[in-house]
T-cell receptor
Framework: DARVTQTPRDKVTEMGQEVTMRCQPI?????VFWYRQTMMQGLELLAY????????DSGMPKDRFSAEMPDATLATLKIQPSEPRDSAVYFC??????????????FGPGTRLTVL | GDSVTQMEGPVTLSEEAFLTINCTYT??????LFWYVQYPGEGLQLLLK?????DKGSNKGFEATYRKETTSFHLEKGSVQVSDSAVYFC??????????????FGKGTKLSVKP
């Protein structure tokens, strides 16, 4: 049963520290998405990759957030420096990318980040 | 821009009751529409989808019909179970412009089903 995996599942850190979240998309999927979920804002798209190339990162605060895909099996989301307002659940999702707007996205279990 | 509006929760029902969660959307072009479900402590899972007008998505007793004339995609189930307790998200994916493939979500509706 193929699944998207994310590590760590939980992360508690102090303000100013660097945080790196990792995602392994489903093998064969060529689109990867990063979302942030908070009570106030709901689910927000942060970044979107196709074939490892960033297509849309307009939802991401550029001064502190960065997203990369070093290879097809790994996507990373980094926050440096972290701030308390970054506390949220971060989800990674992947898709086949055959027909963009009809594709199903498969979500990982999320990383719960708490910045003190 | 594109947006999704779904009914505020929480919704509390007794087992075997009829469920409706309303969802309406605003979009340019012809989006695909989705319902995702999130169980406690888990990521989102696709529940059903419809990719063109008048399509009906169905899964696990849930149904939703893509109504272009009313820009709606209401979720229904005839008889809910305790195991259906979760948060339900309506979402759209546009077929227009640079945002193709991005999911735009509603705020979510929390459903609690009591035995």
């Amino acid at each position: 049963d193929a699944r998207v995996t994310q590590t760590p599942r939980d992360k508690v850190t102090e303000m100013g520290q660097e945080v790196t979240m990792r995602c392994q998309p489903i093998l064969g999927h060529n689109t990867v998405f990063w979302y942030r979920q908070t009570m106030m804002q709901g689910l927000e798209l942060l970044a979107y990759f196709r074939n490892r190339a960033p297509l849309d990162d307009s939802g991401m605060p550029k001064d502190r957030f960065s997203a990369e895909m070093p290879d097809a099996t790994l996507a990373t989301l980094k926050i440096q420096p972290s701030e308390p307002r970054d506390s949220a659940v971060y989800f990674c999702a992947s898709g086949l990318g055959l027909a963009s707007h009809t594709d199903t996205q498969y979500f990982g279990p999320g990383t719960r980040l708490t910045v003190l | 821009g594109d947006s999704v509006t779904q009914m505020e929760g929480p919704v509390t029902l007794s087992e075997e009751a009829f469920l409706t969660i309303n969802c309406t959307y605003t979009a340019t072009g012809y989006p695909s529409l989705f319902w995702y479900v999130q169980y406690p402590g888990e990521g989102l899972q696709l529940l059903l989808k419809a990719t063109k007008a008048d399509d009906k998505g169905s899964n696990k007793g849930f149904e939703a019909t893509y109504r272009k004339e009313t820009t709606s995609f209401h979720l229904e189930k005839g008889s809910v179970q305790v195991s259906d307790s979760a948060v339900y998200f309506c979402a759209l994916s546009s077929n227009y412009g640079g945002s193709q493939g991005n999911l735009i979500f509603g705020k979510g509706t929390k459903l609690s089903v009591k035995p």
